[in-house]
Nanobody, 125 residues
């Protein structure tokens, strides 16, 4: 089965930066759209960022646009989420997601069938 593993979460200061990683195994991440979602425990997941397979088209949630940047390194089969200027409300769980049949970005989490277990981010103000 395909697998995604997030890492890089932890403590970051307001005004600083942090980069989350999402390593894929048992499949080629470069052939699929990859997205980052975030979630407050007990609440619905919200879209953060997505990178399409072709053309490098990206989709960002309004709350993170201009601050977070999604990218991928196909050689390492890893996607990243660069967090710049984090705010206290960014201190939640972050999940990366993909789907075997998805090549273009979509905002709804319902279109993603493969998820990582998540990584937690804490923001120090």
């Amino acid at each position: 089965q395909v697998q995604l593993v997030e890492s890089g979460g932890g403590l970051v200061q307001t005004g600083g930066s942090l980069r989350l990683s999402c390593e894929a195994s048992r499949f080629s991440l470069g052939g699929h759209a990859i997205a980052w979602f975030r979630q407050v425990p007990g609440e619905e997941r919200e879209g953060g960022a997505c990178l399409s397979r072709d053309g490098g088209t990206t989709l960002y949630g309004e709350s993170v646009k201009g601050r977070f940047v999604i990218s991928a390194d196909n050689a390492k089969n890893t996607a990243y989420l660069q967090m710049n200027g984090p705010k206290p409300e960014d201190a939640v769980l972050y999940y990366c997601a993909t789907d075997l049949y998805l090549q273009s970005c979509v905002a709804s989490n319902l279109h993603y069938g493969t998820w990582g277990r998540g990584t937690r981010v804490t923001v120090s103000s």
